[in-house]
């Protein structure tokens, strides 16, 4: 049924069941009590101190500008970042480490991405994919107790995965380790290859900011191995110390996160002992996917503080700027802007939080993290967009290019750069969505694959899942909704996530039975499927979060979560363009009094744990995030 690299694709899988909520979705099931077992931890008091002393090194120590235009961080930010113990935020205190929870975490990532991208990378890659969370998930007593210590302290890490002509295809990676016997005992492994893209592997050319990288590579006999059948390939995931001999690297530019500390590495036989090797051979790419499930949610945590100073800026120069005698953010078309960007800042600050208490109580996100990082990066780069079309002009200027007139150097156009990057890395978006479609429908190609084959046990087996299915995708119950007007409680919108989910399990079961074998290929089918999927998703961890009473309480809440739904709901049933019926999302009414709600400033709570840009194109503690003072509305004035 497979072949070539969807024959690798398949035996590399986890087969593990799904049981998270977004998996369920696609048979139909509402899997709503894992949301309700859930509550908002309080932070720890360890967490909080960390906090606070992050936000003072950055204010003080980080300027975004200066990093933008050096293209490096610099020795000085980085040893203070050791010196505060950020190089080991997850690593257990009993191994010298913080020991801050996922949850935490993700409010440290929030924080970094309000503030500068290359500095988040450099911190994200370290403690989220580099060797510190491969090592706590597959690596022995032995590795864990010589490794962590060395990477709370500061050794910085990176991983190695991307080649060239891999690409996405990562079944098609060159690299490859040969091993090394001696009197008939395996000692170690001698890799060669080229990596690509690797972050925080180079300082400079031929000079590694990282001391440890987790490498992946073909295990082979002969170099020639390498070219052998995609489905008969293995792989190994080593820990490679960079100061070994014949490991160098180049480092590269880019059009945005500038400081970021990323290139390629060239390894020629360099010599990995055993204990160096992540977990069995032929283990190492699927330890490799395994450590990026988690690894992955760092990167909507920061899009979520990047979100947050979107929203900031955005609402400030919709409050200062008039045009045709009334502030732009009263003019609704500027105004609907702004209520998406707030309902979008909810929305994903609630996935965030959900997935972070979640993985820390060990539940399945594998299918969650990936959905999590598609949404985070689609809303963050629309809405800078959006930001971008709000500044008109001086959207379009580099900071320096706007003082040289007198304005504030707000930094959109570095904000923009920054982001595309996003729907790339750590997974290009494209690539994940297919893999939460194959990983979603999992069932019905397994079940579906006995009828193709034709075993009449196995057949029999299939029945009862294809039966189950059809049941609930065809219940007529959730039909008597259809085209009912929404209503703001809850309990509707629940109806409605209940009713789609069924919808999608219809249309999934359809979609098995139409192309069998060739559903692989139809992507844009698969597309469609996982885009109701991670909607629903998104309205399902919305309205857990608006119960939640930090959050019931809060001014516009209510309304925000209303608009949001309303949006995802004229997604599923699109009102006709040339329609009389205005529908309720797209009210100039509704939109105009939230939008002039949002200007007032009843929503600054959405802007809490960011590191507000100041007038002046530096950041400050002095003001409450979403603040502006009365200095600032005068350096604010007249743009």
């Not at 996100?365 to 990082?373: D, G, H, I, P, Q």
């Amino acid at each position: 049924m497979f072949k070539g690299s969807l024959a690798a694709a398949e035996a590399a899988r986890d087969t593990r069941a799904y049981s998270g909520f977004l998996a369920g979705l696609f048979e139909g099931v509402v899997r709503r009590s894992l949301f309700t077992a859930a509550s908002i931890p309080a932070m720890s008091g360890g967490a909080k101190e960390f906090l606070d002393t992050l936000r003072l090194l950055l204010v003080e120590k980080v300027d975004p500008e200066a990093i933008d235009r050096e293209g490096a961080i610099g020795d000085e930010v980085i040893e203070a970042f050791r010196r505060i113990g950020a190089f080991g935020i997850k690593i257990p205190r009993s191994y010298g480490g913080l020991g801050l929870s996922q949850s935490e975490y993700h409010t440290v990532a929030t924080l970094l991405g309000s503030h500068d991208a290359a500095t988040s990378v450099l911190l994200s890659a370290h403690n989220s994919i580099g060797v510190a969370e491969p090592v706590k998930l597959v690596g022995n007593r032995e590795q864990q107790q010589r490794l962590l210590p060395r990477l709370a302290r500061g050794d910085i890490s990176g991983f190695a995965l991307t080649e060239k002509s891999a690409g996405c295809d990562i079944w098609d990676l060159k690299t490859y380790a040969i091993p090394v016997h001696e009197g008939g005992v395996l000692v170690g492994y001698r890799l060669t290859g080229e990596k690509l893209y690797t972050t925080n592997a180079p300082r400079e050319d031929h000079e590694f900011l990282a001391s440890l990288l987790v490498v992946i590579a073909q295990i082979v006999t002969v170099p020639q191995d390498v070219d052998r059948p995609k489905e008969e390939r293995r792989f190994g995931a080593f820990v490679v110390e960079t100061q070994s001999a014949g490991c160098r690297c180049t480092r590269l530019s880019f059009m945005g996160v500038r400081g970021i500390y990323n290139g390629q590495v060239h390894l020629r036989e360099v010599f990995v002992p055993v204990a160096d090797r992540l977990g069995e051979e032929g283990e190492g790419l699927r330890r490799a996917l395994e450590s990026l499930t988690v690894g992955r949610l760092t990167l909507p945590a920061a899009c979520l503080g990047s979100l947050k100073q979107c929203l900031r800026l955005a609402r400030v120069r919709a409050q200062q700027r008039v045009q045709y005698d009334r502030p732009i953010g009263e003019h609704t078309d500027i105004g609907s802007k702004i209520v998406l960007m707030a309902s979008r800042v909810l929305a994903l600050e609630a996935i965030v939080k959900i997935t972070g208490i979640w993985t820390d109580a060990k539940v399945d996100v594998r299918l969650e993290s990936a959905a999590a990082k598609v949404l985070a990066t689609e809303w963050l780069l629309e809405s800078l967009l959006d930001l971008f079309r709000i500044y008109g002009g001086r959207a379009f200027e580099t900071p320096d290019s706007l003082r040289l007139h007198g304005d504030v150097p707000v930094p959109v156009e570095r904000l923009i750069r920054d982001a595309l990057i996003n729907v790339i890395w750590e997974g290009s978006n494209g690539i994940l969505t297919l893999w939460i479609a194959r990983e979603g429908l999992g069932e019905y190609v397994t079940q579906g694959r006995a009828f193709l084959e034709r075993g009449i046990e196995d057949m029999a087996q299939a029945v009862p899942f294809f039966a189950r299915i059809s049941a609930r995708a065809f219940n007529p119950i959730p039909f008597l909704a259809q085209g009912a007007r929404p209503r703001a409680d809850a309990a509707w919108w629940e109806r409605f996530v209940s009713q789609q989910s069924r919808a999608l399990a219809r249309k999934s079961l359809w979609a098995s039975v139409r192309h069998r074998q060739g559903l692989a290929r139809n992507q844009r089918v698969l597309r469609r499927l996982v885009t109701a999927g991670l909607q629903l998703f998104a309205v399902e961890a919305l309205l857990w979060y608006g119960s939640q009473p930090e959050v019931r309480e809060q001014a516009l809440s209510r309304a925000l979560v209303e608009d949001f739904c309303l949006r995802v709901n004229e997604t599923f049933h699109p009102t006709p363009l040339l329609s009389l019926t205005t529908p309720l999302w797209d009210d100039d009414r509704r939109l105009f009094h939230l939008a002039k709600d949002i200007l007032a400033g009843e929503g600054e709570w959405l802007e809490e744990g960011i590191i507000p840009s100041c007038p002046g194109g530096r950041t400050g503690v002095a003001e409450p995030a979403g603040v502006v003072t009365g200095a600032s509305v005068e350096a604010w004035s007249g743009i």
